[in-house]
């Protein structure tokens, strides 16, 4: 079961998707992190996403395990 999405706001873009999980808690480190993504447990835009250096930006939606980040600028 997905829970529904969340905002995640973002002070900068792009931002790439291995840094956007660290700071958005999903990952503790970024070898985890580079771990996830390359075994095919992260998802981007609904679509199994496996470069760890993707550029992310608002609008984007991640989704790892049963939790979806929607990509938001800060201040808008």
Not at 7 to 19: G, H, K, S, W
Not at 55 to 69: A, E, M, Q, S, Y
């Amino acid at each position: 079961m997905t829970h529904a999405p969340e905002p995640f706001v973002l002070d900068r873009t792009p931002i790439e998707l291995a840094q956007l999980l660290k700071l958005a808690g999903l990952a503790e480190s970024g070898g985890e992190a580079k771990h996830l993504i390359q075994a095919g447990l992260v998802r981007v835009n609904d679509a199994v996403e496996t470069r760890r250096g993707k550029k992310l930006l608002p609008g984007d939606r991640v989704t790892f395990r049963h939790r979806t980040l929607v990509l938001q600028r800060a201040g808008g």
